[in-house]
C-alpha cells in the first residue's frame, strides 16, 4: 500500500470519536477496508455500537499468528486545551494529531495494512488473525468476550500493537479494582451514640487493609516486575454536615505481579473485612470491580527474537533514535531517559506495570508466545496533544510485515 493511502486511513481512524464506546464505527471502516483488499472479517457484536473485529487470511499449512489492538480511546479531556481538535487528525510538519494517535489507533492501524499486504503477496506459510477488541481502557471487555468464544484457542504467537516502541513487553502487571462499601446507622451529629458512623469505621478498615497488604506486599517480588502496588483512589459517602454518615466506600486499584497475584490480594481484603464484620458495629461488603491477572511470557520466545533482529535493519526504531525523535517532537530535554538507556543499544524484552488486553488473552492458553511492541508515544498516552510522527508509523508497518513473514516462514 502506498504511504500517502496509509497515511489517510490513519487519519479517517483518528476522526473516529470512539471514547469508551462507539468502537463499531471503527470496526466497520476496517472490515470495509479488508473487503477491498479481498479479505472478508466478522463484527463480534458486545452491545449496542460495540463490536470486535475478527478477520483471517491463511496460505498454506504453518503456525498461527495473531494481531490485535483496541479500537477505543480514552476520554478528550478539555477539548479547549488541544492545539488542534482532538479528532480532526491534523497532519502538520509530518506529525498526526488527536485521540489514539498513540493509544494505539497507530499500531492498530499498522497491522491491518501489514496484513492487506501480505493477503497480496502471500509472503507468508500458515495463518494470520486479525482481533481487533473494545473497550480495553475500561475492563478489556472485548479481548475478555473473544477469549471465552475460543478465538485464541489455537494461536501459536501474538503481537500486540501497544505504543511500548522503547522495548518488546513479554510481562506486565495485573490490575484489579474493588469497593470496600460501609453501612451505619444514621443520626443527628448533636447525638452521635445514637447513630454508627460509617467514615469512621471505614477509617479503621483502611488502615488495616493497608498495614496487612503492606506486610504482604513487602514479601513477594519478581525479578521483572518489582513489587505489586495497591492505592485507594477514591472514597465517596456522607450527605450532610450535621448528619452522621450511614454510607460510605472506598475504591482501590491494585498492580499485581504473579507471586502476589490478583485472587491472593482479594482472599486477603476478604479476611480482613470478614474479621471486621465479626464486631456488631462493622458491616463491610466487598465488590470486585475490574479483575486482569498478571501476564508473564517467555522472554525467550521464537518471536520476540524475530522482533529483535527484525529492528536491528530500522535505525529509526533503535532506542537512541527514537529517544531524539521524542526530543524534537516534544521539545524537551529527554537527557535523563537517554542516559537511563544509555547501555541499551538495540530493543530487548521488558515488564511494565500497565494493563493490556494479554491479559485476558492469555488466560485460556498460557503457552502463547507473546511481543506487546507497536508505535507511539508513551509518556503523551491518556494525555492533551496526543501525537505521533508520521514517519515512525510507516516505518512499523515495514517493521511489521517484515516481521511476520519472518514468524510464518
Known amino acids: 500500500m502506498r504511504e500517502d493511502n496509509s497515511i489517510s486511513i490513519l487519519q479517517d481512524v483518528v476522526k473516529i470519536a470512539s471514547e469508551n464506546d462507539k468502537e463499531q464505527l ?8 479488508l473487503k477491498l483488499h479481498g479479505i ?25 499468528l495473531a494481531l490485535s489492538g483496541h479500537m477505543d480511546v480514552v476520554d478528550a479531556g478539555d477539548k479547549n486545551e488541544w492545539v488542534f481538535p482532538p479528532f480532526s487528525g491534523h497532519i502538520e510538519d509530518g506529525v498526526i494529531w488527536g485521540r489514539g494517535t498513540s493509544d494505539m489507533k497507530s499500531g492498530l492501524t499498522a497491522l491491518v495494512i501489514a496484513m492487506i499486504d501480505l493477503n497480496e503477496s502471500k509472503q507468508f506459510k500458515g ?48 490490575s484489579l479494582n474493588y469497593k470496600v462499601i460501609s453501612k451505619g446507622i444514621s443520626a ?19 488502615n488495616e487493609i493497608n498495614k496487612i497488604l503492606k506486610e504482604k506486599i513487602d514479601q513477594f517480588e519478581n525479578d521483572v516486575l518489582g513489587k505489586a502496588i495497591h492505592n485507594i483512589t477514591l472514597i465517596n459517602g456522607g450527605s450532610q454536615i450535621n448528619s452522621i454518615p450511614d454510607y460510605v466506600e472506598f475504591q482501590a486499584n491494585a498492580r499485581t505481579i504473579p507471586e ?10 476478604k479476611e480482613v473485612l470478614d474479621n471486621f464484620n465479626k464486631v ?10 475490574a479483575n486482569q491477572p498478571p501476564v508473564e ?36 530535554d529527554l537527557s535523563d531517559l537517554k542516559k537511563s538507556m544509555d547501555n541499551l543499544r538495540e530493543i530487548a524484552p521488558t515488564g511494565v506495570s500497565a494493563t493490556t488486553d494479554a491479559a485476558q ?49
Not at 454508627?196 to 471505614?202: G, H, Q, T, V, Y
Open 297 to 332: 511470557a517467555r522472554p525467550d520466545s521464537r518471536l520476540i527474537g524475530i522482533i529483535t533482529e527484525t529492528v536491528r535493519d530500522f535505525e529509526s526504531l533503535k532506542p537512541q533514535n527514537l529517544i531524539l525523535s521524542m526530543e524534537k517532537l516534544l521539545g524537551e
Open 188 to 206: 443527628h451529629s448533636s447525638t452521635p451514640e445514637m447513630g454508627d458512623n460509617a467514615i469512621e469505621n471505614l477509617v479503621d478498615v483502611i
Open 260 to 269: 502476589f497475584n490478583n485472587e491472593d490480594m482479594i482472599n486477603l481484603i
Open 40 to 64: 472478508e472479517s466478522k463484527l463480534v457484536e458486545f452491545s449496542e455500537g460495540r463490536c470486535s473485529l475478527v478477520a483471517e487470511i491463511e496460505n498454506g499449512d504453518g503456525k498461527t
Open 361 to 409: 488473552f492469555l488466560r485460556r492458553n498460557k503457552d502463547m508466545e507473546l511481543a506487546i511492541y507497536g508505535p507511539g508515544v508513551p509518556m503523551l498516552n491518556h494525555k492533551v496533544n496526543e501525537r505521533i510522527p508520521l514517519d515512525q508509523y510507516l516505518d512499523f508497518i515495514k517493521a511489521y510485515k517484515r516481521i511476520i513473514e519472518r514468524y510464518l516462514s
Open 26 to 33: 471503527v470496526a466497520e471502516y476496517y472490515q470495509k477496508l
Open 127 to 174: 495463518k494470520l488473525r486479525l482481533l481487533a477488541t473494545v473497550g480495553e481502557e475500561i475492563g478489556e471487555l472485548g479481548s475478555a468476550q473473544l477469549t471465552d468464544e475460543g478465538y485464541v484457542d489455537d494461536v501459536d504467537g501474538m503481537l500486540i500493537g501497544e505504543p511500548c516502541n522503547l522495548g518488546i513487553v513479554h510481562a506486565h502487571k495485573g
Open 280 to 289: 456488631d458495629k462493622y458491616n463491610f461488603e466487598l465488590l470486585v470491580t
